[in-house]
């Protein structure tokens, strides 16, 4: 996984080693062939010399091959220029506020934005907060009229007791008049402090615990600092 977050490393961009082991392994099937070629010209009877064409065909496999195996460490080297690309195209978000569709909430300097999008027709809405050990931190009343939300959490539970800077999971849920559960949408913002790629998916980093795919990104923002 390659990744770039508050320290940035420069990097050589390589071609996968199974390529140049292919490569290897056919120069020294190549060297074996071309050294029992010889051999047997050296001691073919003059007056019965032997079919060369099969040689030769083999000779062109091998030569296809050999191009096979270029074709394949190119392909490669431009898969990882084409990574390095767009991790270079995020790098800009590093420092910057993202709102992303989720429920995994960054905590930083006792301070968490969450949003949520209200359905029509509801009635009861409560907003909790758990640890990422699934302990219920924080119960509270979520607002039921319709549309989008922000709630800002000062990191203190139902007590009033500050909690850790860190990792949160949030939920929203509600009901409507009739007792049915609502289809409520979810969202959190945080500072982008690092981005990576893996398995070709791009990826944002708000601390060291939650990390969200760039697809999953709403909007960003300049981050505001007291």
């Known amino acids: 996984m390659a990744l770039i977050g508050d320290s940035l490393a ?12 292919a490569a290897a392994k056919n120069e020294e099937d190549l060297n074996k062939f071309l050294n029992l070629l010889v051999t047997q010209l050296k001691y073919q009877d003059p007056l019965d010399p032997m079919d060369a064409s099969e040689f030769t065909s083999q000779l062109v496999q091998f030569a296809g091959v050999e191009q096979q195996i270029y074709a394949n460490s190119n392909l490669e080297k431009l898969l990882a220029l084409e990574e390095t690309n767009q991790i270079s ?8 506020t993202v709102e992303v569709e989720g429920r995994k909430l960054p905590l930083l300097n006792s301070k968490g934005t969450l949003s949520y999008t209200m359905p029509a027709g509801a009635n009861k809405a409560t907003i909790t907060i758990t640890s990422i050990a699934g302990l219920t931190v924080y ?13 800002n959490w000062d990191g203190r539970n139902t007590g009033g007791q500050i909690q850790s800077d860190g990792a949160y999971n949030i939920l929203v849920s509600g009901t409507d008049f009739q007792g049915n559960l609502l289809e409520i949408e979810h969202s959190v913002s945080g500072r982008v402090t690092g981005v990576s790629i893996e398995d070709g998916e ?4 708000m601390g060291e615990a939650i990390t969200y795919g760039q697809n999953k990104v709403l909007s960003v923002k300049e981050t505001v600092t007291p």
């Open 10 to 21: 420069s990097s050589s961009i390589s071609a996968d080693p199974r390529s140049a082991e």
């Open 89 to 96: 195209s995020l790098i800009g978000l590093i420092g910057k």
């Open 139 to 151: 119960t509270g009343d979520a607002d039921t009229s319709t549309g989008k939300h922000i709630s």
């Open 202 to 205: 791009l990826s944002l980093s």
